[in-house]
């Protein structure tokens, strides 16, 4: 059995390897008029990294509707995990969210799907190469600590919204990933509530690709009740725009003052030379 693996067209250079398929290649060979696509008849095909739940529900109904009932039996194979909620990744699109909805294991840990979509903010204007940019696998991660946070660890918190502050947060990338299932795995190291309206944690996250260990995050925040640190955030906003207005005093009258030189300058440097006037004498 051929397993043949269906990606984004995005992907290009990387969907000339063996066994990979583009999404646009696979829909012109289901369109095509008359029987079934030969070149699918008899392979496994499979729904890869990047594709959205649109493109796979399409893709699907189309190849079972033209008789491709065996090919599409594990079409959804990796795609074991459905989209972690808007509102556990702080994000306002679906395209944009990079992360299945964290599971907890039974040693404590919790674990999620990397569902990268072709259209996603970090993917639309820098893909170089066949691997996934590292900026991808910083975000997912930073995605992850949010979840885990929102759904997991503030039982005690009982907040209606709350505010994230990153403290350190330090990436590590060990080898190039490419657009195939890939998996987060997180750990809280330590979580402290301080006070009533702030909750601090430690944490340290891998990003995992067929078993190896491909990225990484160490990460240290601090969870804030909205209605304390607003009022935190709009006082330290007031002052930094008060002290750029003073900076930019600053530097203006600097300006000001250093034109003035500079005009006084180039005035006595255009003024007329005085003409000696030699008096005749008989």
């Given at each position: 059995?051929?397993?043949?693996?269906v990606?984004?067209?995005a992907?290009?250079?990387?969907?000339?390897?063996?066994?990979?398929?583009?999404?646009?290649?696979l829909?012109?060979?289901?369109h095509?008029?008359?029987?079934?696509a030969?070149?699918?008849?008899?392979?496994?095909?499979i729904?890869?990294?990047?594709?959205?739940?649109?493109?796979?529900?399409?893709?699907?109904?189309?190849g079972?509707?033209?008789?491709?009932?065996?090919e599409f039996a594990?079409?959804r194979?990796?795609?074991?995990?459905?989209?972690?909620?808007?509102?556990?990744?702080?994000?306002?699109?679906?395209?944009?969210?990079?992360?299945?909805?964290?599971?907890?294991?039974?040693?404590g840990?919790?674990?999620?799907?990397?569902?990268l979509h072709?259209r996603?903010?970090?993917?639309?204007?820098?893909l170089?190469?066949?691997?996934i940019?590292?900026?991808?696998?910083?975000?997912?991660?930073?995605?992850?600590?949010l979840?885990?946070?929102?759904?997991?660890?503030?039982?005690?918190?009982?907040a209606?919204?709350?505010?994230?502050v990153?403290?350190?947060?330090?990436v590590r990338?060990?080898?190039?990933?490419?657009?195939?299932?890939?998996?987060?795995?997180?750990l809280?190291?330590?979580?402290?509530?301080?006070?009533?309206?702030?909750?601090?944690?430690?944490?340290?996250?891998?990003v995992?690709?067929?078993?190896?260990?491909?990225?990484?995050m160490?990460?240290?925040?601090t969870?804030?009740d909205d209605?304390?640190?607003?009022?935190r955030?709009?006082?330290?906003?007031?002052?930094?725009?008060?002290?750029?207005?003073?900076?930019?005093?600053?530097?203006?009258?600097?300006r000001s003052?250093?034109?003035?030189?500079?005009?006084?300058?180039?005035?006595?440097?255009?003024?007329p030379?005085?003409v000696?006037s030699l008096?005749?004498?008989?």
């Amino acid at each position: 059995m051929e397993v043949m693996i269906v990606i984004p067209s995005a992907f290009k250079q990387f969907s000339e390897n063996p066994n990979l398929m583009p999404y646009d290649k696979l829909l012109s060979l289901l369109h095509r008029n008359g029987a079934s696509a030969d070149e699918l008849v008899g392979r496994r095909l499979i729904a890869g990294q990047g594709l959205d739940d649109m493109q796979v529900d399409h893709a699907w109904y189309v190849g079972t509707s033209r008789g491709l009932v065996n090919e599409f039996a594990d079409w959804r194979a990796a795609r074991k995990g459905r989209y972690a909620d808007r509102t556990l990744c702080h994000k306002h699109r679906q395209e944009n969210i990079l992360i299945s909805v964290p599971e907890q294991q039974p040693d404590g840990a919790y674990t999620a799907d990397l569902l990268l979509h072709e259209r996603n903010e970090f993917m639309l204007d820098h893909l170089t190469g066949q691997h996934i940019q590292g900026m991808v696998l910083t975000e997912a991660c930073r995605q992850m600590f949010l979840a885990v946070t929102e759904r997991y660890c503030l039982d005690h918190n009982q907040a209606v919204k709350r505010y994230f502050v990153i403290n350190s947060m330090n990436v590590r990338y060990q080898a190039f990933a490419f657009p195939l299932p890939a998996q987060i795995r997180y750990l809280v190291i330590d979580q402290q509530q301080p006070k009533p309206e702030r909750v601090s944690i430690h944490a340290d996250m891998d990003v995992l690709q067929a078993g190896q260990v491909v990225a990484g995050m160490e990460v240290k925040f601090t969870v804030f009740d909205d209605a304390y640190i607003s009022r935190r955030e709009s006082k330290l906003a007031a002052e930094a725009v008060g002290n750029y207005v003073n900076w930019l005093r600053s530097e203006l009258t600097g300006r000001s003052e250093n034109l003035q030189i500079d005009t006084t300058t180039m005035v006595a440097a255009q003024a007329p030379s005085p003409v000696l006037s030699l008096a005749s004498h008989p």
